[in-house]
Nanobody, 123 residues
Framework: QVQLGESGGGSAQAGGSLRLSCVAS????????MGWFRQAPGKEREIVAA????????YYADSVNGRFTISRDTARNTVYLQMDSLKPEDTAVYYC????????????????WGQGTQVTVSS
């Protein structure tokens, strides 16, 4: 089992940057594929980015490709989401999630979730 805790959310101007962090408890972090998801009010939760156990493979939603970067640091049990060139439509609660089976873009594939961190981008 793994527990996840996000940090780094907040407010930014359009065009600005934020970096989210997600720290995982336990000693088996390297066994999990990790994902970042977001959910805006009235909308479904959607994939933002995902990274494989090794960190060698990544996936990005079309809406963030080229602006966001996902990475992981096994020694720190942490996965990051660097968000650059932020847009107002990036405003949402951002969640990190973990699963052992696959680097999936689908929320139902993930077994463990953090509590979420709010990101607000103003124009």
């Amino acid at each position: 089992q793994v527990q996840l805790g996000e940090s780094g959310g907040g407010s930014a101007q359009a065009g600005g940057s934020l970096r989210l962090s997600c720290v995982a408890s336990g000693r088996s972090f390297s066994m999990y594929h990790m994902g970042w998801f977001r959910q805006a009010p009235g909308k479904e939760r959607e994939i933002v980015a995902a990274i494989s156990r090794s960190g060698g493979n990544t996936y990005y939603a079309d809406s963030v490709n080229g602006r966001f970067t996902i990475s992981r640091d096994t020694a720190r049990n942490t996965v990051y989401l660097q968000m650059d060139s932020l847009k107002p439509e990036d405003t949402a609660v951002y969640y990190c999630a973990a699963n052992r089976a696959s680097m999936s873009q689908f929320p139902l594939a993930y077994d463990y979730w953090g509590q979420g961190t709010q990101v607000t981008v103003s124009s």
